[in-house]
C-alpha cells in the first residue's frame, strides 16, 4: 500500500468528502481516511422506526461528559459522515453574518475574510450538490454571481396554501435551497422520487446531495482517479518533526493494525469535536496542549446548532410527500420589536406517526385521544434555527 500522498484529508464529511473531489479533479493524489465504513442500503434506511427510536445509524462510540457520566452523541462514522442523514438544506451565510453583529447575549466579532471571499466557492458547491431554489424572493438574500444550478422544487398545495397564508401576513416565504438530484420535468428518469425519506434517512436512492455520493464516488469515479478512500480507520495522532513545525506522519489504527501515512498537507476535517479531539491527543513536547492550540481554546468552545422544531396541528389533513420546500428569513437579523438577529425558519420532512413518538408526552396533552398516525396526518412540521 502506498503510504505517501499529496493531501491526506482526516474525514469524508461535508467538508473532507467535497474536498476530496475537487482535489482528485485537479489530479492530485489524494488519500481519505475515514473512520467509518460505507452505510449500508438497506430496506432499513427508510424505516422510522429504526432510524428514529432505534438509532440504526447512530455510530456505538459513547463519550463522558464533566462528571464522568456516560452519554451517546448523535454522531454518524460513514462515507460521507453527518451528511448521510442530514435535509439536504444547503443555505448560505448573508453579507452581514462575516461581520460584526451583536446578538443578544453579546458580540460576534467580525470574520479575518467577508462573504465575497467564499461567495465563488458557494456557488461551485451549489453546482457540485445539485441546490434547487431561486434567487430575488429572500429580501436578505446575499449576492450571487450565478443563479441557482437547478430550478425550485415545487410546492405541493398544502404547501403552496401556507406559502399564500405566510404572504398575505406581510411575510416573504420562498424556496428552500436544497441539494438533491430530482428532475421534476422528467420524474420517470429523476433519481429522486420526491418521497417523505429525506430529512433525517439516508438515502436508499442516493439521490439525496450527500458527501458521499457527490463527493467521494463523484471522486472515485473520475477517469484515472487519483483519489484514495480507506474506511475503518480511527486517526489516533498526528505526530510531527522535532521542531513541531510539520506534520511529518498520521499514525491510523485500522482494524486493529497500526499504519502510518504521510502527506505534503494533512488536512484534519473530521468533524468539530473530533477534530478538536484529534489536535489534542497530538501533543508532544514542542506542542504540550495539542497541535494548533497556541490559544488553549481548542475543544473549549461548544458548537451546537441552536434550534427547535415545532409541530402545529392544522384543522385540515396534511397530505404533503415532499415537505422541505419553504423558508422564512424575515426574522433572520430581528425586527421592529427585537434588536437582534433571530434567525432562520424552514419546514422539516414530512413527520409520521413512528416519528412523533418522541413528541409523545406533549402530544397526548393536546389531543390525548389522538393516535400518533392521526396527529401525524394533521401536522405541519417546522425547524428554527438562530446563531450557534
Known amino acids: 500500500m502506498t503510504n505517501h ?8 464529511g461535508a467538508g473532507g468528502g467535497t474536498l476530496a473531489r475537487c482535489l482528485a479533479e485537479a489530479g492530485k493524489k489524494v488519500l481519505v481516511l475515514e473512520r467509518g465504513d460505507w452505510l449500508p442500503r438497506e430496506p432499513q434506511n427508510w424505516d422510522p422506526t429504526e432510524v428514529f427510536q ?33 435535509g439536504a438544506a444547503h443555505f448560505r451565510l448573508r453579507e452581514r453574518d462575516f461581520e460584526e453583529l451583536i446578538h443578544v447575549d453579546g458580540i460576534s466579532p467580525a470574520w479575518p475574510l467577508r462573504y465575497n471571499d467564499f461567495e465563488p466557492y458557494y456557488t ?56 438533491v438530484n430530482l428532475d421534476e420535468a422528467n420524474l420517470p428518469f429523476s433519481a429522486c422520487v420526491k418521497c417523505n425519506r429525506c430529512d433525517g434517512f439516508p438515502c436508499l436512492l442516493h439521490a439525496k ?46 482494524d486493529g493494525e497500526k499504519l502510518k501515512f504521510t502527506g505534503d498537507i494533512v488536512v484534519v476535517s473530521c468533524g468539530a469535536a473530533n477534530s478538536a479531539r484529534l489536535l ?14 497556541r490559544s488553549d481554546q481548542v475543544g473549549r468552545n461548544y458548537m451546537y446548532h441552536n434550534c427547535k422544531a415545532v409541530v402545529a396541528l392544522g384543522r385540515e389533513p396534511n ?7 419553504i423558508a ?25 406517526g413512528a416519528m412523533m413518538k418522541g413528541y409523545k408526552p406533549k402530544l397526548t396533552a393536546l389531543a390525548p385521544t389522538w393516535s400518533m398516525d392521526k396527529l ?13
Open 280 to 293: 489534542l491527543m497530538s501533543a508532544n513536547d514542542k506542542h504540550p496542549n495539542g497541535l494548533a492550540n
Open 209 to 254: 446531495g450527500d458527501a458521499e455520493v457527490m463527493g467521494i464516488r463523484a471522486g472515485l469515479g473520475l477517469a484515472n482517479s487519483s483519489l484514495t478512500l480507506l474506511t475503518r480507520c480511527h486517526v489516533l495522532k498526528l505526530i510531527t518533526n522535532l521542531a513541531g513545525d510539520t506534520i511529518t506522519e498520521v499514525l491510523v489504527d485500522r
Open 376 to 388: 401525524a396526518e394533521r401536522s405541519l412540521d417546522f425547524w428554527l434555527q438562530t446563531e450557534d
Open 54 to 86: 432505534n438509532n440504526r445509524y447512530v455510530s456505538v462510540d459513547p463519550w463522558k461528559d464533566r462528571n464522568n457520566k456516560q452519554f451517546q452523541p448523535g454522531s454518524h462514522y460513514f462515507v460521507g459522515g453527518a451528511t448521510k442523514l442530514y
Open 319 to 325: 397530505d404533503t410527500i415532499f415537505q422541505k420546500t
Open 328 to 352: 422564512v428569513n424575515d426574522w433572520y437579523f430581528g425586527d421592529n420589536d427585537f434588536d437582534f438577529p433571530i434567525g432562520n425558519i424552514q419546514m422539516t420532512g414530512k413527520t409520521n
Open 124 to 179: 461551485r458547491a451549489e453546482a457540485m450538490y445539485h441546490v434547487h431554489g431561486e434567487r430575488g424572493e429572500d429580501p436578505t438574500e446575499p449576492s450571487a454571481s450565478a443563479p441557482y444550478p437547478y430550478p425550485p422544487i415545487k410546492h405541493e398545495p398544502r404547501m403552496q396554501q401556507l406559502v399564500d397564508g405566510f404572504k398575505a401576513a406581510g411575510l416573504h416565504p420562498f424556496h428552500a435551497p436544497t441539494g
Open 5 to 12: 500522498y499529496e493531501v491526506v484529508i482526516i474525514g469524508s
